[in-house]
């Protein structure tokens, strides 16, 4: 197993780490959080025409064809730079939905807009608070018409289409909706990272397609959600190591009693933390990464465990990257609190840390269970 990438997917990563630092640097960043749109549209048609919307679309649909591992790459770059776009809600999980379980017909209609950055898509599993299940499911399907409400749903405020999980007849399937139907209400929600929207998508009768057998749709969502958390963890990652760079930075110029703040041990044993809890956190996105790219059947596993070691890395340095930047670290002018915002905002995407803590443990004891049997 080599746990790295090739010479080709680090140029990869150059190149679009050289995009990135262009056209969005943390001033675009603030646009977003500051401003009236929703996204960062010029960027998003940028990556678009990039390829990176398309990397691990097939070419038969408009992607580029790359595979899931140029797309870890390309990931932890977004992370790093905090692009304000939907990438994660359109790419990977309605995307990898679609071409999971899709039929050839939903495939063609909406894969190629996907790639091309000409429509945006979401995933609605979540009605509230705590960790979500089948059971909890409330929406419902009868008759090809979808009533109920999703809340919250990333990018569903901007969104065209999104993916739904309703129950139909005694069981729970996935359903692609089309938001600018009939039957449809959006209500923006407040949150922590503007930058990254929520909404509360509320269905009455909406025209429903489905997903993938009938019944099937809580196994198919937990397929999505564990691919999806794992591209995630590479945001995440991303994000974690721009915050540690932040912090070493400050504390090599900022000085204090005729010193580098960098000098002082408190200092120093915070950003050896920060490192570690990063580097951490890399291997085990690696890990990931390698799962997800060869559909390794431990892939339920590396998920639960990039995902919650990348987010308590991103936590962890984004907070203390704050503390290193003293008083200063505190005001909206220093870019520090950027971090701190979609730090939290990730941690709670696609199910809290405490969720994918559990999950952790669940598949872990299950397949000590069956490796005893």
């Known amino acids: 197993m080599n746990l ?23 001033a675009a960043v603030r646009a977003v959080l ?24 097939p070419e038969e649909y408009g992607g580029v064809g790359l595979g899931h591992l140029e797309l870890c790459v390309l990931a932890e770059e977004l992370g790093r730079a905090l692009a304000p776009v939907p990438v994660a809600s359109s790419i990977y999980l309605a995307a990898e939905c679609l071409m999971q379980a899709g039929s050839e017909a939903q495939k063609a209609a909406w894969l190629p807009k996907l790639a091309a950055g000409e429509a945006i898509g979401c995933f609605a599993i979540a009605e509230g608070r705590g960790r979500m299940s089948a059971e909890k499911v409330q929406a419902r399907v009868e008759g090809d018409r979808l009533s109920g409400a999703k809340a919250p749903v990333a990018d569903g405020g901007i969104a065209d289409f999104c993916i ?18 009939a039957g449809v209400r959006r209500t923006a929600l407040k949150t922590i990272d503007p930058t990254r929207g929520q909404a509360r ?16 749709g809580w196994h198919i969502a937990s397929q999505v959600m564990d691919r999806a958390a794992i591209l995630l963890a590479f945001e ?24 580098q703040i960098g000098s002082f041990q408190a200092i120093k044993h915070m950003l050896a933390d920060m490192y570690v809890a990063a580097t951490l956190a890399r291997s085990n996105c690696y890990y990931g990464a390698w799962a997800l790219s060869s559909a390794a059947a431990e892939l339920p596993v590396a998920a639960a465990t990039a995902r919650v070691s990348a987010t308590t890395a991103f936590q962890h340095c984004a907070k203390n990257n704050i503390q290193v930047h003293g008083g200063m670290g505190f005001t909206w002018d220093f870019d ?19 969720t994918w803590e559990s999950l952790l443990i669940e598949r872990m004891s299950a397949g000590n269970r069956e490796a005893a049997a």
């Open 236 to 259: 995440q990652l991303g994000g974690a190591d721009r915050a540690l760079e932040m912090g070493r930075d400050y504390a090599l110029e900022r000085m204090a009693f005729g010193r």
């Open 336 to 354: 520090c609190h950027l971090y701190y915002r979609r730090a939290n905002a990730l941690a709670l995407a696609l199910g809290s840390l405490s």
């Open 164 to 181: 739904v999980a309703a129950r139909d007849g005694d069981g729970v399937s996935l359903f692609l909706v089309d938001l600018s139907a």
């Open 4 to 26: 790295d990438f090739s010479d080709e997917q680090k140029l990869l990563r150059d190149q679009v780490r050289r995009f990135l630092e262009q056209r969005c640097p943390p």
């Open 201 to 216: 998508l509320d269905f009455d009768g909406a025209a429903a397609d489905r997903i993938g057998g009938a019944g099937d």
């Open 34 to 57: 500051e401003g009236e749109a929703e996204y960062h549209a010029a960027l998003y048609a940028g990556l678009a025409e990039l390829g990176v919307l398309g990397s691990a679309i």
